[in-house]
């Protein structure tokens, strides 16, 4: 069993910046990639950025550019980097752990552990 807690999600005004973090803990691995989705109210759950064991990233096209992933494997921690902050990115932010990867990293289904969620909200 793996546990993941995400921390850092607040309110913040439009253009601002947040840094979430997310703590693994249990049978988890430096190998395993690490990834953030959110989901807003009404919406579905969407993909926002993963990162690999080996350090490669990927993000969702309306996040690139002002969002990053990082991993401290020494404290089993996942970072996200939220600048430029926007109205629409306000949602429930979830960090989730992949064992094996199947080749979808954009679909949650991929993932087999999931944190609680965090609340990001933006005001305009």
């Known amino acids: 069993q793996v546990q993941l807690v995400e921390s850092g999600g607040g309110l913040v005004q439009a253009g601002g910046s947040l840094r979430l973090s997310c703590v693994a803990s249990g049978r988890t691995s430096s190998n395993y990639a690490m990834g953030w989705f959110r989901q807003a109210p009404g919406k579905e759950r969407e993909f926002v950025t993963r990162i690999t064991g080996g350090g490669n990233t990927y993000y969702a096209d309306s996040v690139k550019g002002r969002f990053t992933i990082s991993r401290d494997n020494a404290k089993n921690t996942v970072y996200l980097q939220m600048n430029s902050l926007k109205p629409e990115d306000t949602a429930v932010y979830y960090c989730?752990?992949?064992?094996?990867?199947?080749?979808?990293?954009?679909?949650?289904?991929?993932?087999?552990?999931w944190g609680q969620g965090t609340q990001v909200t933006v005001s305009s």
């Open positions: 989730a752990l992949d064992k094996s990867y199947s080749g979808k990293y954009y679909d949650w289904n991929e993932y087999d552990y």
